[in-house]
């Protein structure tokens, strides 16, 4: 085992040059691997407070609003103040789905699942940036409409 972690070790030692030297790799980064650039500046949070359409199925809602002071941790959720089913008559939001009420065994619990209690693992918010390359993404509905129309 020792002989076979050197015999690779010496391998990868020897073909690094090779791909480094490689100077056709695609990236989106506009300065030297040497130099460390300064990031550019977050852009602002999207807050219309519109939902906007699901680009797939089983897509998670992206978050219309504002969420960058929010407490989401072990011990609170700052979500569920307004997602909760019990406030959603008082906020107007959406209701979290019942599906965050189940635990891995399709049991319902009564308070959220602790696999589904932290929101931004899978929503997101939306940042008013320009995207790094262009989204030739198709929605499923036009791809469905553009093969009934040319029947």
């Known amino acids: 085992?020792?002989?076979?972690?050197?015999?690779?070790?010496?391998?990868?030692?020897?073909?690094?040059?090779?791909?480094?030297?490689?100077?056709?790799?695609?990236t989106l980064r506009q300065t030297p691997l040497e130099?460390?650039?300064e990031p550019p500046r977050m852009m602002p949070q999207d807050n219309k407070d519109q939902r906007k359409v699901r680009n797939y199925p089983e897509q998670p809602p992206v978050i219309p609003h504002k969420t960058e002071h929010y407490q989401v941790d072990a011990k609170v959720n700052q979500c569920m103040n307004c997602h909760a089913r019990r406030a959603i008559d008082e906020s107007n939001a959406p209701a979290v789905s019942?599906?965050?009420?189940?635990?891995?065994?399709?049991?319902?619990?009564?308070?959220?699942?602790?696999?589904?209690?932290?929101?931004?693992?899978?929503?997101?918010?939306?940042?008013?940036?320009?995207?790094?390359?262009?989204?030739?993404?198709?929605?499923?509905?036009?791809?469905?409409?553009?093969?009934?129309d040319k029947k």
């Open 1 to 26: 085992m020792r002989i076979l972690f050197i015999i690779c070790s010496v391998l990868c030692l020897l073909l690094q040059p090779t791909y480094a030297d490689n100077k056709d790799i695609f």
């Open 35 to 37: 130099v460390v650039p």
């Open 98 to 148: 019942i599906t965050h009420y189940m635990d891995r065994d399709n049991q319902f619990l009564a308070s959220v699942s602790p696999r589904r209690y932290f929101c931004n693992q899978c929503h997101v918010s939306q940042h008013e940036a320009k995207p790094l390359v262009e989204n030739e993404f198709i929605d499923v509905e036009d791809i469905i409409k553009y093969l009934k």
